[in-house]
């Protein structure tokens, strides 16, 4: 497991900051969506709400791999991307339900539950090294 650097954290728990997850399926067909959910929780995972990622479910449970990208829209653009592992879902406890109020109180939409991913590697996404590995 590799560490999250405290920039990239706090890039992650930023609301104004883009998300994107990416998975693959078994045939490595990629699928890309936005996930304003996706946080750090810690400096070694990353969480996001299940709200309707049908096909992100279904990748991360068959192969278990996962990439964030989160970046700015400011000049210079600032981003990272971490690369991780996918240890399940959490459908009750603690973590479940902040995700859960939170999303309830900004979007008004149910959770079906939270998603947490290992992190593995962290690379710049943006200047002034972009593609360089932090972790």
């Known amino acids: 497991m590799a560490k999250m650097p405290k920039e990239v954290m706090d890039m ?3 609301p104004q900051s ?3 997850l990416a998975t693959c399926d078994d045939a490595a067909r990629l699928n890309a ?5 996706l946080t750090a929780v ?6 996001f709400a299940d709200i309707f990622g049908d096909k992100t479910n279904v990748n991360l449970k ?12 400011a000049l210079p653009p600032v981003g990272y991307q971490v690369k991780g592992t996918f240890q399940g879902f959490q459908t009750s406890g603690a973590l479940f339900d902040t995700f859960a109020q939170q999303v ?9 539950a939270v998603g947490t991913i290992k992190v593995d590697e962290v690379y ?6 972009p593609g360089a590995k932090l972790a």
């Open 12 to 14: 992650l728990k930023d």
């Open 104 to 112: 309830k109180q900004l979007l008004n939409l149910d959770i079906r």
């Open 62 to 73: 068959a192969t278990h791999k996962a990439a964030v990208a989160v970046f700015t829209m």
């Open 124 to 129: 710049a996404a943006g200047v002034p090294k």
């Open 42 to 47: 810690d400096d070694e995972t990353v969480a």
């Open 18 to 20: 883009s998300k994107v």
């Open 33 to 37: 969506v936005p996930k304003g959910t």
